[in-house]
T-cell receptor
């Protein structure tokens, strides 16, 4: 069954530490996205990618890097985690953009202390 | 500035009752509007998508309308079940950007009680 999986599902990190969130999709989709969700706010786009070995900045890229080593895998990297990056992070994939439905992973709850 | 506003913020209904969720947006130019269901601790799952002016869709007990002139959408849930307890998120696609950027509402938290 086609799916988007994320790991870890939850993580506690220390301020200034490096954090890597991983996403894997079996949808054979070209587009992949990383969003963050903060309580009381809508999801916001951090980075996205439409082809392997290439990533693009979203609306809030500061403090985050992304890596797309293959069509199936997309990582979000926090080189120096900060308290303000405590949030739930969602990965999604889609066949294209515009009308194309995005399929979401279950999310990763990140707490930075 | 928030471009997608949902109301109410939260809603409690009894099992079997109907409910209506609202979505107002200011995204311009707007492409499509999609409603998602997010169970606690889970990802977003699409319920329905509306594309054209005055679109109406139906997906089982879920039905939705779109008024593009008013930039307003409603999601109706009939005969609610306990499993309908979730956050419902309205998302508007932006036709003006190359990516087709999505604008997410903060969601309406629906709680269905026995």
């Amino acid at each position: 069954e086609a799916a988007v999986t994320q790991s870890p599902r939850s993580k506690v990190a220390v301020t200034g530490g490096k954090v890597t969130l991983s996403c894997h999709q079996t949808n054979n989709h070209d587009y992949m996205y990383w969003y963050r969700q903060d309580t009381g706010h809508g999801l916001r786009l951090i980075h996205y990618s439409y082809v392997a070995d290439s990533t693009e900045k979203g609306d809030i890229p500061d403090g985050y890097k992304a890596s797309r080593p293959s069509q199936e895998n997309f990582s979000l990297i926090l080189e120096l985690a900060s308290l303000s990056q405590t949030a739930v992070y969602f990965c999604a994939s889609s066949e294209g953009h515009n009308y194309a439905e995005q399929f979401f992973g279950p999310g990763t709850r990140l707490t930075v202390l | 500035k928030t471009q997608v506003e949902q109301s109410p913020q939260s809603l409690v209904v009894r099992q079997g009752e109907n409910c209506v969720l609202q979505c107002n947006y200011s995204v311009t130019p707007d492409n499509h509007l999609r409603w998602f269901k997010q169970d606690t601790g889970k990802g977003l799952v699409s319920l329905t998508v509306l594309v054209h002016e005055n679109d109406k869709t139906s997906n089982g007990r879920y039905s939705a309308t779109l008024d593009k002139d008013a930039k307003h959408s409603t999601l109706h849930i009939t005969a609610t079940l306990l499993d309908d307890t979730a956050t419902y998120i309205c998302v508007v696609g932006d036709r003006g950007s190359a990516l087709g950027r999505l604008h997410f509402g903060a969601g309406t938290q629906l709680i269905v009680i026995p």
